[in-house]
């Protein structure tokens, strides 16, 4: 990432305001183009009075200003894919939670219908036992009626008869 293993050649011009001008398709940015206008005194020199900038000098800026941005570029994409990585993992966390939540529920629901189909078992055979003991108390009840009617109509018939002796008797 250094500027000493890059290969490429970047040529520049400046012109006679000294301003920078991009050749071969290299886009330098107004920060550079600055730090490149102003003097500077690498390993103690003291900047030329002139003005002029050194061409060897402004290519090692130009060279480390670029592999400044390559890195910075490749710490983005290098972020970038990271947090590609994270949000993945953060989705298949979630699908995997929702999938059990869901499985859960499922699960639940499932144990709920089967209690429901149990309840609705029990409550047909209390009503099956029920109306078998409905039948069975009308039967009584019935007997009991008809027995009742007997021992009426016997006690009607006696009576009957006692109060015909009762009355043949004192005539």
């Not at 250094?2 to 006679?16: H, K, L, P, Q």
């Not at 995997?96 to 149990?118: D, P, V």
């Amino acid at each position: 990432m250094g500027g000493g293993g890059s290969t490429r050649r970047v040529t520049f011009e400046a012109d006679e305001n000294e301003n920078i001008t991009v050749v071969k398709g290299v886009r330098l940015s107004d920060s550079l183009i600055d730090r490149m206008k102003e003097p500077s005194s690498p390993g103690g020199r003291s900047p030329r009075s002139s003005g002029a900038v050194n061409n060897e000098e402004l290519k090692k800026r130009i060279a480390e200003e670029l592999a400044l941005e390559r890195a910075r570029r490749d710490s983005e994409a290098q972020k970038r894919r990271l947090f590609g990585k994270l949000l993945e993992r953060e989705r298949i966390s979630s699908n995997e939670h929702l999938t059990r939540a869901i499985l859960r529920e499922r699960a639940a629901t499932e144990e709920e219908r089967q209690k429901a189909q149990r309840f609705a078992k029990q409550l047909e055979e209390k009503d099956r036992e029920l109306k078998k003991h409905d039948a069975y108390y009308k039967e009584q009840l019935a007997r009991l009626e008809e027995r009742s009617a007997q021992f009426y109509k016997v006690t009607t018939e006696q009576y009957q008869k006692a109060a015909d002796e009762v009355s043949a008797r004192f005539k």
